[in-house]
């Protein structure tokens, strides 16, 4: 808006807000206008203090759908430990989804390890790796994250519907579904036209985003894994799941972040891991980086994590 407007009409809830130029307001104030209150822009947190490994991930490849050449991930390590954000940034198509696919399940690892709080899970289904412990906001969310001719309380209790609170004996406790639903909708901004009831494919993008996330961090495993956790999202909803990722952090859980925004890289990571071409190129301290750096790497202009090093 600001690049290339010389106008900007703000809505809010269907209401007309204001008719401002360009030239005579900024960002905080659109932010304000847009969400009904001051927007903090930029993510406030403290320095981070890592525990144990949470994550652990060896030497790990991806057969490519593409070449037969070429893996898609190509002989990956890294660390994700308590009480950290680790992000995986990179240009678009570049590896990160094989990668998450391959650590949830998602994608038959070709060779490497995964371990999740000390137990390998590089042959575990799905299911079993959730149960032990990773929460999963998927890139696609109508692929992965949701079933869409559901409703939105069932979307919400998908992986928690076998807990004595929400079933006994394999009768659903319908009730205690929407109550818990009902919250979720009211502690995330999860708006749908028939409440809970809503089939979730007449909900717009965002608030299907919103539904995934609230169902992932309410989950309260140790392993949070965002892909794009923010698409789609007005810069309130995006405050509140920054807020909430660290505040997970925090709390000791280990975040692992991919995205390809990067003022979120910067302002949400405590280490940063650049993907280009399905290997690891580069490490950095957000602290220490910069946008500019950060697309060197990305664009495969250096290859080898030493040259951050001697950097």
Known sequence: IMATADTVTVLRKGRYIGTVKTKDTNKQQLSEMMVGRPVQLKVDKNKATPGETVLKVEKLCVNSSQSKEKNAVDNVTFQVKKGEILCIAGIDGNGQSELIEAITGLKKISSGKVELMGKDI??????????HGISHIPEDRQKHGLVLDFSLKDNLVLKRFREKRFQNFSIINSDEIKNYADKLSSDFDIRSGEGAATVTRNMSGGNQQKAIIARELDLDKPLIIAVQ????????????????????????????????????????????????????VGE????????????????????NVSEVQDD
Request: cysteine-free; proline content about 4%; charged content about 30%.
């Open 229 to 280: 956790p923010t698409r789609g999202l007005d810069v309130g909803a995006i405050e509140f799941i920054h807020k909430n990722l660290v505040k997970k952090r925090d709390e000791g859980k280990a975040v692992l972040l991919v995205s390809l925004e990067l003022d979120e890289v910067l302002s949400l990571a405590d280490r940063i891991l650049v993907i280009y071409e399905g290997q690891i």
């Open 284 to 303: 950095f301290d957000p602290e220490q980086a910069s946008a500019s750096l950060l697309g060197i790497y990305m664009s495969g202009a250096k290859k």
């Open 122 to 131: 590089t042959d575990l289904p799905v299911r079993q790796r959730n149960e």
